[in-house]
């Protein structure tokens, strides 16, 4: 089921499936697997080049040297522009700390050392963003399998996607619009 916040058409499992990220479970593998890099807009590759300097030194010699031939964004088999990856799977600001992977953009912007954090594809995930016919946005949860730990943890808590995701949503949207979504939760009568 679907309903729509302004241009923005959602879906219900956004309100009703429950979600937490479990860093020390999954240890970031949603930045090491799949087939491309993480959606990026025009804006986005250019915040991510301003900071470029300040990320260098954390990323791997192999993501040097791919950002040094292609740069950090490439349009991916569908047309999307999308982060540079290295291995044909990991993105090339991941980085490894005691088995885990981090982003090395989020990393700095956490330390103060950069304004940009990361695209806000990743900050949104496990909810994807389409752009639809007439302007309109569609908002999907995607379910993957390296995120079931994700999901326990989220039952485990009783934490709606929607909420886990509060940040990147408003972030991505705004306050209003996110007090809008709180709102179709409740007159939707779905239990939060």
């Not at 044909?88 to 912007?109: I, M, N, P, S, W």
């Not at 990147?168 to 809008?180: D, N, Q, V």
Request: aromatic share 8%.
């Amino acid at each position: 089921m679907f309903f729509q916040i302004d241009n923005v058409l959602i879906t219900t499992d956004i309100l009703t499936e429950r979600f937490c990220c479990d860093l020390d479970a999954c240890k970031g593998e949603c930045c090491v697997e799949g087939d491309a890099g993480a959606p990026v807009t025009l804006d986005e590759v250019a915040a991510i080049e301003d900071s470029l300097d300040v990320v260098w030194d954390e990323l791997s010699a192999s993501a040097q040297a791919i950002i040094d031939k292609q740069g950090v964004a490439y349009t991916d088999q569908e047309g999307d522009l999308v982060t540079s990856i290295v291995g044909g799977k990991d993105c090339v600001f991941t980085c490894h700390e005691q088995g885990c992977c981090f982003c090395a953009l989020e990393k700095a912007y956490r330390a103060g050392k950069a304004r940009f954090c990361k695209p806000i594809s990743c900050a949104l995930y496990p909810i994807r963003e389409v752009k639809l016919k007439n302007g309109l946005v569609g908002l999907n949860y995607h379910r993957w399998n390296v995120c079931r730990e994700a999901v326990r943890k989220g039952k485990e808590l009783d934490l709606p996607i929607y909420k886990f995701l509060k940040e990147p949503l408003t972030r991505r949207f705004g306050a209003e619009w996110y007090e809008m979504l709180e709102a179709a939760a409740e007159e939707l009568g779905i239990k939060n």
